[in-house]
C-alpha cells in the first residue's frame, strides 16, 4: 500500500492554492531578517496560521536554509494536540503531501527508532488531523527543498529519554526542528511575561525547565534541548511575538518564537 500522509489544515493554518502558498511563504522568506547560517542544526518552530506566526517561523527557517542541498534529512518533533497517549509515536507514511507537492520520509531511521521499542512505536491515529508537524512543512519544501524528514509526535514521555535515544541516530547533516507555541490565551502583557521566563531557560539550556514551562510543545522543545546540551549546540532567540501582533487583540493571545541551536564554529 502507498501511504502518503495527506495534509489536514490546508485552507485553514496556510493557503490551499499552490502558487499563493509558494508565494506567501518565499515572501515571509525574503523578508526574514536573519541570515543563513551553516552553523544552524537545530530550530524551535511555532506552528499556528500564517497570519499569527508566519513572521516568526520564517525567521528560523531562513537561518536553516544555508543547509539548502547539503541537509540529510530533517527530524521533526511536535506535539500531539488531540491524541494523548504515552511515547513517541511514528507512522510509515511513505510521503506527507502539501499544496506543493509531497516530501519524503526517512522510513529507515523511523524503523530503527521503533526497533529500540519504548517509548517509540507506531501509532497512526496522533498524525491525521494533527498540524504541529504539517504547518512546518511548506517552509521546508521552499527552504530546503527535497530534503526526507522524519517525523515524531510526542505523547506523555522523558524528553532526557527520547534525547538519549536520538543522539545515537543523529549523524552529520541531520538537523532537528521542534514545533511548539509559547504561553496560550493571557493577556498580552501577561504572556510576554511568561514567555520570557520560559525562554530564559531554553536559553540557559535548562531541560527541566522547559519541560514544565507554558509551552503546547514542551517535551518536544525539551527533547531538542537536551541534544543540544549533549551536543553543545548554542541557543539563540531569532524572533518573539504575540499573536496580538497580527489580530490587534491584546486580551487573550498566543505567543511565537523561532530559536535556532548553533555548533560552534565561524558563521
Given at each position: ?5 495527506p495534509p ?6 496556510y ?21 543563513p ?7 524551535l518552530?511555532p506552528?499556528?496560521g ?7 517561523a ?6 536553516l536554509s ?6 540529510r ?6 506535539p ?8 513517541v ?6 510521503a ?9 520520509v526517512?522510513?529507515e531511521?523511523?524503523?530503527r ?7 517509540f ?14 504547518v512546518l512543512?511548506p517552509f ?5 527543498p527535497k ?6 509526535l510526542?505523547?506523555e514521555?522523558?524528553?532526557?529519554g527520547?534525547a538519549?535515544?536520538l543522539?545515537?541516530?543523529l549523524g ?9 507555541d509559547l504561553?496560550?490565551y ?9 514567555d520570557?521566563?520560559t ?15 507554558e509551552a503546547c510543545?514542551h517535551l518536544?522543545?525539551a527533547t531538542?534541548?537536551?541534544l543540544a ?10 524572533a518573539y ?17 523561532a530559536?535556532?541551536?548553533l ?5
Amino acid at each position: 500500500m502507498d501511504l502518503v500522509r495527506p495534509p489536514a489544515v490546508a485552507g485553514y493554518f496556510y493557503p490551499l492554492e499552490a502558487r499563493r502558498l509558494w508565494q506567501e511563504v518565499e515572501g515571509l522568506l525574503q523578508g526574514a531578517q536573519a541570515p543563513p547560517d551553516p552553523r544552524a542544526r537545530g530550530l524551535l518552530s511555532p506552528h499556528a496560521g500564517y497570519p499569527y506566526s508566519g513572521k516568526v517561523a520564517a525567521e528560523g527557517f531562513k537561518v536553516l536554509s544555508a543547509w539548502r542541498g547539503r541537509a540529510r534529512r530533517i527530524l521533526l518533533l511536535g506535539p500531539s494536540h488531540f491524541v494523548p497517549f504515552l511515547g513517541v509515536a511514528f507512522y510509515p507514511y511513505r510521503a506527507w503531501a502539501t499544496p506543493l507537492g509531497e516530501v519524503a520520509v526517512d522510513l529507515e531511521g523511523g524503523s530503527r527508532l521503533v526497533a529500540k521499542g519504548p517509548p517509540f512505536l507506531i501509532y497512526e491515529e496522533p498524525f491525521r488531523e494533527e498540524h504541529s508537524l504539517e504547518v512546518l512543512l511548506p517552509f521546508l519544501q521552499v527552504a530546503l527543498p527535497k530534503t526526507p524528514i522524519l517525523p515524531l509526535l510526542f505523547g506523555e514521555v522523558d524528553p532526557k529519554g527520547v534525547a538519549g535515544a536520538l543522539l545515537s541516530e543523529l549523524g552529520e547533516g541531520d538537523l532537528v526542528v521542534a514545533s511548539s507555541d509559547l504561553s496560550h490565551y493571557h493577556p498580552d502583557p501577561v504572556a510576554r511575561s511568561r514567555d520570557q521566563k520560559t525562554l530564559g531557560k531554553a536559553l540557559a539550556l535548562d531541560v527541566e525547565g522547559v519541560a514544565q514551562g507554558e509551552a503546547c510543545g514542551h517535551l518536544p522543545w525539551a527533547t531538542l534541548t537536551a541534544l543540544a546540551r549533549g551536543l553543545g549546540w548554542k541557543p539563540m532567540l531569532l524572533a518573539y511575538a504575540t499573536s496580538a501582533e497580527a489580530s490587534k487583540d491584546t486580551s487573550r493571545v498566543v505567543g511565537y518564537a523561532a530559536v535556532a541551536y548553533l555548533e560552534e564554529g565561524p558563521p
